[in-house]
């Protein structure tokens, strides 16, 4: 994230290559007089005054910072993956609250280090959202006025065929509605209503969020994502973007989409610096169908949902699992995955935003809601308690508001 500068003092990458201009200061020149060995003895005049560099709050949270790497390091060595990465931002302001990626580096001692560590990956680097990006295809359902929350797409057999090439899902799932088809995470649901809305529509709710544009981080080596035009859309390339293949996306751009569901339609700019003046943002989406995303993502960590050990105690939470095949300059690797998990919390008044990604976990698990979904779990909670964010589900309380709930449709003298 800081990245680190030359023997010149120059910032070479991260934040002192982005803020290099702000950070740097400016020498002076004064006339002096001096002895014959070279000592001054006295100042003359001043030429030009010297300006010094000017200071730099970051957003983030150090504490967040430790426990987001701590956690992420762990998954990835105990998962025996290639890599990982992860992005916590604040949905209320757009500040980047943590951003970790390993393996990393120090860059107080560079020897030996691989240059290939030195990019923040979680920015620079491009992958296949797989069925985090399906929230949006719903997106684009309800926008369509083609579907509502009530309305049934038949899944099965558990397959489609699209252009000679065949969508499955795991199971069998038969007739899905909306919050089915998230909860299940069903490729042939999302296919369905992606051939059935057409490219335009969901192309458009697609580049709205952040994808395949570069957000205003203003970081060096930032990626854009690969999202391209709906008119070079072909069939097959409809119905796979629909469940987040046929496009790439950046972990950042990730957790930046979701932020636009927690935020309630809301797209403000990603900041590195602490915000003293929060923007107002664009609203990209209604805060209707938002409310309607929210209510389907919460399923997804309820009993028979992909995403269950993404839970966080005496807390909400929505979000959305993913598992990817990777992509290779011949095809997709049968036994090469990412897996995904990206979410908010506390659900009734979402404030926190997190997207997670492992590259290629190799301990003989791979989907997202067992290798991803943990990790979100341990994070969220640790940064949910060092902010102080009031917890949302208090069995106490929700059993109390059940009874007065309860209470209040009894007679008076009964109650």
Do not use: C
Request: glycine share 10%.
């Amino acid at each position: 994230l800081v990245g680190f500068t030359n023997v010149d003092d120059t910032g070479k990458e991260g934040i002192e290559l982005a803020y290099e201009k702000w950070l740097k200061g400016v020498p002076g020149a004064k006339q002096v007089l001096k002895d014959m060995l070279g000592r001054i003895v006295r100042d003359v005049e001043s030429i030009q005054p010297a300006n010094p560099g000017k200071t730099l709050a970051l957003s983030i949270d150090r504490r967040v910072q430790y426990l987001a790497y701590r956690e992420l390091a762990t998954a990835v060595r105990s998962n025996n993956a290639r890599g990982g990465s992860l992005v916590m931002l604040d949905s209320n302001t757009g500040e980047i609250m943590a951003i970790a990626v390993y393996p990393s580096y120090n860059p107080n001692n560079r020897a030996g280090q691989k240059t290939e560590y030195f990019r923040n990956r979680a920015i620079t680097d491009m992958f296949e959202p797989g069925s985090t990006l399906k929230p949006f295809t719903m997106a684009a359902a309800l926008l369509s006025g083609m579907y509502d929350m009530d309305s049934v797409i038949e899944t099965a057999p558990g397959h489609l065929r699209v252009s000679n090439h065949v969508i499955k899902d795991i199971h069998n799932y038969g007739a899905l509605d909306l919050a089915g088809i998230i909860q299940k995470s069903s490729n042939v649901g999302a296919g369905k209503i992606g051939l059935a809305l057409g490219p335009k529509p969901l192309w458009q709710v697609l580049q709205d969020v952040g994808f395949g544009v570069q957000s205003s981080s203003g970081f060096p080596g930032e990626s854009p994502g690969v999202l391209f035009n709906y008119t070079n859309w072909t069939e097959l390339d409809l119905a796979s973007i629909a469940f987040g293949h046929s496009m790439a996306v950046t972990t950042l751009q990730l957790a930046q989409a979701y932020s636009v569901i927690a935020s309630g339609g809301i797209l403000r700019p990603i900041s590195f610096q602490k915000v003293d003046r929060v923007e107002e943002g664009t609203r990209v989406l209604p805060e209707e169908v938002t409310a309607n995303l929210m209510l389907m993502l919460e399923k997804v960590v309820e009993p028979g949902g992909t995403g269950q050990r993404a839970n966080v105690p005496l807390y909400r939470v929505a979000g959305k699992t993913g598992t990817a095949h990777k992509s290779t300059s011949s095809g997709y690797a049968e036994d090469k995955y990412l897996s995904l998990f990206a979410g908010m919390a506390p659900a009734s008044a979402p404030r926190l935003v997190m997207a997670i990604v492992i590259d290629e976990p190799a301990g003989g698990e791979h989907f997202g809601g067992l290798v991803a979904a943990p990790v979100f779990s341990r994070v969220m909670l640790g940064a949910l308690r060092i902010l102080d964010i009031a917890p949302d589900k208090i069995p106490e309380l929700e059993s109390s508001l059940v009874t007065a709930n309860s209470n209040a449709n009894l007679p008076k003298n009964t109650r």
